[in-house]
Nanobody, 115 residues
Framework: QVQLVESGGGLVQPVGSLSLSCAAS????????MRWYRQAPGKERELVAT???????NYADSVKGRVTISRDNAKNTVYLQMNTLKPEDTAVYYC?????????WGKGTLVTVSS
């Protein structure tokens, strides 16, 4: 059984920074793409960033230039470094990993950007 556990959420002031991580545990032999999504109150879940197994990344326009996705394959972990945070970045952030060809989701971590 594969489990994803996110951490790093919390309350941060506008223009502040926050780093999220998502570690996979269990039995697996490959992790392909890793993604971060977010869901703000009353809104649909949206894709924030993707990183492939080759390390190629892409971002939603709303976060481009402020967010960096990275991965540590030895630790089966994906990270999301967020800078210059805005109140509209407030959301529950979820990671999704393609493990052994199947998609797994974390339970989410809340990020609140407020003064």
């Amino acid at each position: 059984q594969v489990q994803l556990v996110e951490s790093g959420g919390g309350l941060v002031q506008p223009v502040g920074s926050l780093s999220l991580s998502c570690a996979a545990s269990g039995s697996f032999f490959s992790i392909n793409s890793m993604r971060w999504y977010r869901q703000a109150p009353g809104k649909e879940r949206e894709l924030v960033a993707t990183i492939t197994s080759y390390g190629n990344s892409n971002y939603a326009d709303s976060v481009k230039g402020r967010v960096t996705i990275s991965r540590d394959n030895a630790k089966n972990t994906v990270y999301l470094q967020m800078n210059t945070l805005k109140p509209e970045d407030t959301a529950v952030y979820y990671c999704r990993q393609n493990v052994n060809g199947m998609l797994y989701w974390g339970k989410g971590t809340l990020v609140t950007v407020s003064s």
